[in-house]
T-cell receptor
């Protein structure tokens, strides 16, 4: 089955700096890669996603890049703010036949310091 | 907005009890999922369902079962709770086709004593 690795597990940046989180996946058939943000006491919330026919996608301060050949994708957050502090998860959509099954990375705890 | 509601935020049960976790979604999604979340392990899929009365095992189904009698409701059942099932449980739903985002509830933190 699909295996997703995520790095780093913790990341501390100063406000205004950029943050990058990287993920690799194993199943070359995966074609959908969402990123989730989880704040304390809440469930994961989708922040951006990318499909395998696209190499990059941006939404304001957030961007995701995908390298299908190398089987890795990354989340980029520019001009970080304290409210960006959270745990971020990457995921890849594996082949499950009957449903859109996601395999998640182990998460990155991002702390944005003043 | 999609709303996924989990019936309890916190639950404390005893070893050996039968435990029911309930999840309801209001967007007519075909797929529903149950995950458990543990520190350093991310989200691991327990069971999922792509239609009423249909279910498939995820990566860690042992000790759990599920029920989906209505499209909007998906229940996770711990047949005989054990301490190693103490965890955060997350429910999610999505539309049927592959490559659709999953929408999560806020979780149930379950403690088994």
């Amino acid at each position: 089955g699909e295996n997703v690795e995520q790095h780093p597990s913790t990341l501390s940046v100063q406000e205004g700096d950029s943050a990058v989180i990287k993920c690799t996946y194993s199943d070359s058939a995966s074609n959908y890669f969402p990123w989730y943000k989880q704040e304390l006491g809440k469930g994961p919330q989708l922040i951006i996603d990318i499909r395998s026919n696209v190499g990059e996608k941006k939404d304001q301060r957030i961007a995701v890049t995908l390298n299908k050949t190398a089987k890795h994708f990354s989340l980029h957050i520019t001009e970080t703010q304290p409210e960006d502090s959270a745990v971020y998860f990457c995921a890849a959509s594996g082949v499950a036949g009957t449903a859109s099954k996601l395999t998640f990375g182990t998460g990155t705890r991002l702390q944005v310091t003043l | 907005d999609v709303k996924v509601t989990q019936s309890s935020r916190y639950l404390v049960k005893r070893t050996g009890e039968k435990v029911f976790l309930e999840c309801v979604q209001d967007m007519d999604h075909e797929n529903m999922f149950w995950y458990r979340q543990d520190p350093g392990l991310g989200l691991r899929l327990i069971y999922f369902s792509y239609d009423v009365k249909m279910k498939e095992k995820g990566d860690i189904p042992e000790g759990y079962s599920v029920s989906r009698e209505k499209k909007e409701r998906f229940s996770l059942i711990l047949e005989s709770a054990s301490t190693n099932q103490t965890s955060m449980y997350l429910c999610a739903s999505s539309l049927f086709p592959r490559g659709q985002p999953q929408h999560f509830g806020d979780g149930t933190r379950l403690s088994i004593l």
